[in-house]
Nanobody
Framework: QVQLVESGGGSVQAGGSLRLSCAWS????????VGWFRQAPGKEREGVAA???????YYADSVKGRFSISRDNAKNALYLEMDSLTPEDTATYYC??????????????????WGQGTQVTVSS
């Protein structure tokens, strides 16, 4: 069974940094793509960053240059370093895994395995 558990969310002031972590089960490793999505109240879940087994990386335009995704296969872990945070980054952040036909940059509906989410709040 694929299991993913996020941690590391919290509250920070604008301009600050946070690091999110996602621990995944060994079965999740069988999926090609792991990534981070976020959902703000009243908005659709959107992709933030994703990374393939081959370490191909994708970022949403809104986070390029500020966020960095990485994975440690030996530790079954996925990370998201978030710098220069703004209030617009406030959302619940989810870790997801799957092998979407459209590639790792596919939208949220193409991922079937999700963590429970971790809240990130950025105050101005």
């Amino acid at each position: 069974q694929v299991q993913l558990v996020e941690s590391g969310g919290g509250s920070v002031q604008a301009g600050g940094s946070l690091r999110l972590s996602c621990a995944w089960s060994e079965y999740a490793y069988s999926r090609t793509c792991v990534g981070w999505f976020r959902q703000a109240p009243g908005k659709e879940r959107e992709g933030v960053a994703a990374i393939s087994k081959r370490l191909n990386i994708y970022y949403a335009d809104s986070v390029k240059g500020r966020f960095s995704i990485s994975r440690d296969n030996a530790k079954n872990a996925l990370y998201l370093e978030m710098d220069s945070l703004t209030p617009e980054d406030t959302a619940t952040y989810y870790c997801a895994a799957d092998t979407p036909g459209g590639g790792c940059h596919s939208a949220a509906p193409n991922f079937n395995y999700w963590g429970q989410g971790t809240q990130v709040t950025v105050s101005s």
